[in-house]
């Protein structure tokens, strides 16, 4: 099943959708439209057409690195650890 990203339209203290998050569903489930934890508006982070794989393949980080991309995952209120690619090891919003 595939990831996808959302990203919150507005600044939240909310765990789940500050920021942006990742969330797994269905192929056939429709995109979310509000955040599942508070209710706030999200709207969909449509991944490049390049990074999307064969149905039920998982993005692989040495996909998002070939792609010239890099990949980070949230480790706290805006904070974010790279997980692929190039660039800084910690991303911090502070
Ligand atoms: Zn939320």
Redesign the pocket.
């Known amino acids: 099943m595939p990831f996808y990203e959302y990203t919150?339209t507005d600044e939240?203290d909310?765990?789940?959708?500050?920021g942006t998050?990742t969330i797994l569903q269905h192929i056939s489930d429709s995109a979310l439209s509000?955040?599942?934890?508070?209710?706030?508006p999200?709207r969909r982070v449509i991944s490049a057409p390049n990074l999307v794989g064969h149905p039920g393949d998982d993005l692989k980080p040495s996909k998002i690195e070939e792609a010239g991309f890099t990949q980070y995952r949230k480790i706290g209120k805006g904070v974010y650890e790279k997980s692929a690619g190039k660039g800084p090891g910690i991303i911090s919003a502070d």
Do not use: I, K, L
């Open positions: 919150s939240s909310c765990p789940q959708c500050a998050f509000t955040c599942p934890c508070c209710g706030q999200v």
